[in-house]
């Protein structure tokens, strides 16, 4: 095993032969340092995407009871719950006088829900 010195007295000589380029030594560290950071990093950015997909289905729920209570405002509320691929809103009350609007949305296997009067 070599000791550090004769590792530094053998950089040294090859420096001064004109070798140029890194050693296996100093190839490997860097390896290992980005394989380190990209471990820490990926769970990191998965967190951060779930996190994402999570705030995007939140605001898409607001933004659909905000529609909903903008339609019972103008008088236009629908009588029957409103459903597509991505939401559900249901209005309850009377055409005079609206209880609840509520609008909800899954995404994976989480429902969110949001609205005046929404549990």
Do not use: H
């Amino acid at each position: 095993m070599r000791t550090i010195k004769q590792y530094l007295e053998a950089a040294k000589a090859r420096k001064e032969n004109g070798e140029a380029g890194f050693s296996l030594v100093e190839l490997i560290v860097v390896v290992v340092i980005l394989g380190i950071l990209a471990a820490v990093a990926i769970p990191i950015f998965n967190g951060i995407q779930a996190k994402a997909e999570e705030n995007a289905a939140k605001a898409a729920v607001a933004n659909a009871a905000a529609q909903g209570t903008a339609e019972v405002a103008m008088g236009s509320a629908p009588t029957t719950p409103v459903t597509t691929d991505q939401f559900t809103i249901v209005v309850s009350g009377t055409a005079d006088q609206v209880d609840t609007v509520c609008a909800s949305t899954t995404v994976n296997s989480v429902e969110y829900k949001s609205g005046p009067g929404c549990a």
